[in-house]
């Protein structure tokens, strides 16, 4: 039930003029338990939050700025027609007080007792606003004191016209031309601009390639740099250091097909070159897969190297099934070698070696599983 008394009970025996209305709610202080204090000490107690950091003197422990307190707040004096206020704290680490005061002449607080202030501030600092002190005023009070003020005055004013005026034209140099200034700088602009969309649209092509989620920092000369030292190796060098591996030791040269002439005297037709080029070739990989399989000191070397890069051992070689028909056509005449003059007649497919006891003794060809 709202209304004049507020909802709440009041008995009909109450006479406002012997008893007020706090006492008759039961109250001491229309403040409160905060005013507890206040008739016997005169502080009123208040929620205070710490200016700056302090340093507690008692336990040397470090109080934070904004940490709140209920502090007693009591008047102690006046500057000028400014109170001055003083808030006692009690450290809740050591128990010890706190004494802070307001400083109306410096606009800041001060810590009077039980603590001292993490950095004392500068006085001169810029935004503080300065009140004279009274013995000052009475200085400038004195005639040959407000000549000499006036003289200094004089002189900066000077100094500060002289500094206007520089400043007025360079201002006017600035704007005298608002167009061409404008001009030069759109066009800065543009630049900046274009090679900004460029180097976002590598950026998201990256982002895109590799599906990333996170944002990419510009590209670094370093960057550059290191991408340069990494080799990514397309298989090619474990096949090179194969064949360097099964290659005889002191092998015939690379025999370099000339134009040669045909038994009936013609000149060889390209057809003919090809033929005899790729017959050459396919008698070299032969004697080297032999060479591979058969060669006992070549054995270790080549089967870790294979295990190395595969992770498995890989076994018999495999060949493609085109190299057959150029197989079974093959001339013993230009082959040169005995392994395989040897094993002419055996079918293409597989080609046997007579030495079992050195090493796997079957090498297929045209497998299945070709590729
Ligand atoms: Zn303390």
């Keep these: 039930m709202q209304g004049f008394n507020m909802g709440r009970y009041l008995p009909p025996d109450w006479d406002p003029s012997k008893i007020n209305w706090n006492k008759q709610a039961g109250k001491s202080h229309a403040l409160g338990n905060r005013a507890s204090k206040l008739s016997s000490q005169g502080s009123l107690t208040v929620r205070?939050?710490?200016?700056?950091?302090?340093?507690?003197?008692?336990?040397?422990?470090?109080?934070?700025?904004?940490?709140?307190?209920?502090?007693?707040?009591?008047?102690?004096?006046?500057?000028?027609?400014?109170?001055?206020?003083?808030?006692r704290v009690k450290h809740s680490?050591?128990?010890?007080?706190?004494?802070?005061?307001?400083?109306?002449?410096?606009?800041?607080?001060?810590?009077?007792?039980?603590?001292?202030?993490?950095?004392?501030?500068?006085?001169?600092?810029?935004?503080?606003?300065?009140?004279?002190?009274?013995?000052?005023?009475?200085?400038?009070?004195?005639?040959?004191?407000?000549?000499?003020?006036?003289?200094?005055?004089?002189?900066?004013?000077?100094?500060?016209?002289?500094?206007?005026?520089?400043?007025?034209?360079?201002?006017?140099?600035?704007?005298?031309?608002?167009?061409?200034?404008?001009?030069?700088?759109?066009?800065?602009?543009?630049?900046?601009?274009?090679?900004?969309?460029?180097?976002?649209?590598?950026?998201?092509?990256?982002r895109d390639k590799h599906s990333l989620a996170i944002t990419l920092l510009p590209e670094t000369n370093e960057d550059i740099r290191l991408a340069k030292l990494v080799d990514f190796s397309d298989g090619q060098y474990m096949k090179a250091v194969d064949e360097a591996h099964s290659r005889p030791l002191f092998g015939e040269a690379e025999k370099v097909v000339e134009k040669s002439i045909r038994r009936d005297g013609k000149p060889m037709l390209k057809k003919d070159i090809a033929m005899k080029q790729s017959k050459e070739r396919l008698q070299r990989d032969l004697r080297r897969s032999t060479r591979q399989k058969m060669d006992p000191f070549l054995q270790d070397t080549f089967d870790s190297s294979r295990k190395e890069q595969d992770g498995a051992d890989v076994g018999v070689w495999l060949k493609r099934k085109r190299s057959r028909p150029l197989l079974s056509n093959q001339d013993t005449s230009t082959a040169g070698n005995e392994e395989v003059a040897e094993n002419q007649d055996a079918p293409a497919s597989v080609v046997q070696n007579d030495d079992k006891g050195s090493g796997p003794g079957l090498v297929e060809y045209g497998s299945d599983s070709d590729s």
């Design 48 to 87: 205070f939050e710490t200016p700056f950091n302090i340093w507690c003197s008692h336990c040397n422990n470090h109080i934070a700025q904004g940490v709140r307190f209920n502090a007693e707040k009591k008047k102690i004096g006046n500057y000028y027609t400014t109170p001055i206020f003083s808030f």
């Design 93 to 206: 680490v050591c128990n010890g007080w706190i004494e802070i005061h307001t400083d109306p002449k410096n606009t800041t607080y001060k810590v009077v007792e039980g603590g001292k202030r993490q950095s004392e501030p500068d006085p001169d600092r810029e935004g503080v606003i300065k009140i004279k002190d009274p013995e000052e005023i009475d200085r400038l009070e004195n005639p040959f004191a407000k000549l000499e003020q006036k003289a200094t005055d004089n002189a900066e004013k000077s100094q500060h016209a002289k500094r206007l005026d520089e400043l007025s034209r360079l201002s006017d140099r600035m704007w005298e031309d608002p167009y061409t200034h404008s001009q030069k700088v759109r066009k800065i602009f543009r630049q900046e601009k274009k090679a900004r969309k460029e180097v976002e649209k590598d950026t998201e092509a990256i």
